[in-house]
């Protein structure tokens, strides 16, 4: 498939990654194994540590995408923007399991990943690659709280968004990214407000 967006994707240092999912966006999840993808939405996404960057998301047992993320070790999260609110909303309502393809049906394009199998999602902001982490401890945590520890192995972001390590106060308002109040309903990220530095 074509990226029409892929003239501004740029990497992100690893050190940086963390940045990418630092104020808390609504992320699109996909994985794929076995000839089969499939992408859902997840709201509870955040970062982990710094470097080598780690993240952690919930994904719930009855998701089709975990059974794929479970067979091949590792997801993507794609950070989605205002443009893809109808589509974010239709990949966390509907199912992939019985759907040949449910990027089609909810209205996404995806493009080849650097480090995994999984698909990256066209259309979003940043995208991370992860791979998870399979300790038993982590295993512990992905059955009692569906839990998953994944180290992130590459990053990119769209520099009309994301550049120097910084989302960008002036990106253009329909690539702001989506955060999720509940029922479909999202806040989109808008000002920045610079607080001043406590005096030491
Ligand atoms: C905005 C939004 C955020 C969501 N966040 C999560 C989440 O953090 N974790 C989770 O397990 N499910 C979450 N869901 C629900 C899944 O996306 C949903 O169960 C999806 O249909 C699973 O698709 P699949 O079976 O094709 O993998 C969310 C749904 C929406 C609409």
Redesign the pocket.
């Known amino acids: 498939m074509t990226d029409i967006a892929s003239s501004y994707r740029r990497g992100v240092p690893l050190p940086q990654a963390y940045r990418l999912l630092n104020h808390g966006p609504?992320v699109l999840?996909s994985a794929a194994h076995g000839g089969r993808r499939?992408?859902?939405?997840?709201?509870?996404?955040m970062p982990l540590d710094f470097d080598p960057p780690k993240v952690t998301?919930?994904?719930?047992k009855?998701?089709?995408?975990?059974?794929?993320i479970e067979a091949s070790g590792s997801f993507a999260l794609s950070v989605p923007c205002r443009v893809l609110a109808d589509a974010?909303?239709a990949?966390?309502?509907?199912?992939?399991?019985e759907?040949s393809d449910?990027f089609a049906d909810c209205g996404l394009a995806h493009f080849t990943a650097q480090r995994i199998e999984a698909p990256l999602i066209e259309g979003c902001v940043a995208w991370l690659e992860c791979r998870v982490i399979a300790g038993p401890h982590e295993h512990h945590h992905q059955q009692a709280y569906?839990l998953f520890v994944a180290e992130v192995l590459a990053a990119q972001a769209d520099e009309r968004v994301f550049a120097d390590g910084r989302w960008r106060a002036d990106s253009p308002p329909e690539l702001r990214t989506?955060h999720?109040q509940?029922g479909?309903a999202?806040f989109v990220a808008g000002e920045t407000v610079q607080a001043k530095k406590p005096a030491a």
């Open positions: 609504t999840v499939n992408v859902m939405a997840a709201a509870w996404a998301v919930v994904i719930d009855n998701t089709f995408t975990r059974t794929l974010t909303y990949a966390g309502s509907l199912s992939g399991a759907r449910k569906d989506l999720h509940g479909g999202f």
